[in-house]
DNA sequence: GACACCACTGAACACATGTTTAGTATCTTA
DNA sequence: TAAGATACTAAACATGTGTTCAGTGGTGTC
């Protein structure tokens, strides 16, 4: 309870706006925004409920605060470099540290599940940088040419998110207490794996695939 | 709002109690569980309120017997066949088919999604039908030997449910109106693919990563 | 026909919610 | 130091929540 306020993803800042932001944060992130209550913020900030609707006016303009200190700092982070050598893979990053991340982690996981705009725009910015990361790859030679880029960059990215979204029972499934670097650990190897030696051993089921796809798309 | 009531997916159980539990589904898949009301519910099955608590005694209950008719019975046909050669994907088989099953996607959706014991039976259901379709294609000589066939049907599984999850970003990212049968079509080809020819062209990735995790695994 | 049972409603209850308001302390600035 | 703004609290308000309760009408049973 007291232990997740300070880890040092968050920079520390220790005006009281920041500390009520700061535990808003952790409640969204942690029981979504609908069951976050005012009150519980207030109390995990050491404040009074009234406070903070004074510093955010409102319980949806909270939201917006954080999405903007959270969000849009990842994806702000993700467009920056125009240098394709340099794209960087934030949630990868993140991912790849998951105990110090934990905050911006799990607040991007409820973003990303219940409607919010700037949930919708993480995931944009995230199939772009994709995208991008595809064609570099396959420009250096590291990577083969898809069909289908931007299908494969969005099946791609709802992997990688997918893998956050559901940690709870990914860790789960691998006898862990808790989704943390233990989890990433035992996944990055096979994941990584998959993409590199194909599951099939022939070209069979993609025809088959194919073949269901085209019939649906075309006569029925 | 009326049309969502008739579909083919759900028993036409005309009994007011079955009515009660089908909006409930509708309404959970929708916006979650804490999110929906009994009163909405209530409205959505030409009801009272208390007739609501009257049928199932509270809330949680409702919620209950929802996951009895959704999950479970999606996790038992799910197990039923003992046959490999019958092992059917219950959640292939309704994503194959989206505008048919919306309503159970949407409610497995919320139910994996928000801690609920029926929502991790699932998926840990779905884990251990997967690492049998992977046993049985390695037997069967169209699928490859993994190394680690329990987190490569973690995985895998985690990317199905994935794509489930975050199916309006998918949909959206395609350029569709909502997440539906044009969305899994346009998906499954490059994911099959991606299944089927490797993504890298040399190990070099794959032994990079193996590296970073045996290196943080080991010493540190 | 009387009785018990059941589905069902409308109103109420107790509580939790986001927000407002009145008031107090604390800081800033001239 | 005086004054005005700002940070902050305690209490109240209005509304929405799950649930309860008293009562009504219908249905089947002896």
């Given amino acids: 309870m007291f232990s997740i306020l300070n880890m ?8 009281t706006r ?4 700061d535990a808003a ?12 209550t005012v009150r519980d913020i207030a109390t995990d900030a050491g404040v009074s409920p009234g406070l903070v609707i ?18 849009n700092t990842a994806r702000a982070s993700a467009e920056s470099s125009n240098d394709p050598d340099r794209l960087r893979d ?23 599940i219940d409607e919010s705009a700037a949930g919708d725009a993480f995931f944009d910015a995230y199939v772009r940088l994709t995208e991008q990361i595809l ?14 880029p931007l299908a494969t960059a969005t099946w791609m990215v709802a992997n990688s998110l997918g893998l956050l979204v559901l940690g709870r029972h990914v860790a789960r499934s691998l006898g862990h207490e808790e989704f943390g670097t233990g989890t990433i650990n035992r996944i990055a ?3 990584v794996e998959l993409y590199t030696h194909p599951l099939y051993t022939d070209d069979s089921f993609l025809q088959a695939t194919r073949d269901v796809v085209s019939d649906a798309t075309t006569g029925r």
């Fill in 90 to 112: 934030v949630l990868t990053e993140y991912l790849a540290q998951p105990d110090d991340y934990a905050r911006e982690l799990a607040y991007i996981r409820s973003s990303v």
């Fill in 25 to 36: 944060i952790a409640a969204f992130g942690r029981r979504g925004f609908t069951a976050s």
């Fill in 189 to 191: 190897g096979p994941a």
């Fill in 8 to 15: 040092r993803s968050i920079d520390e800042d220790v005006t």
């Fill in 18 to 21: 920041a500390r009520i932001r």
């Fill in 54 to 71: 004074h510093h955010f006016g409102s319980k949806a303009a909270l939201r917006t605060a954080c999405d903007a200190h959270v969000l």
């Fill in 135 to 148: 064609a570099e790859g396959v420009r250096a030679g590291t990577m083969r040419q898809v069909s289908d």
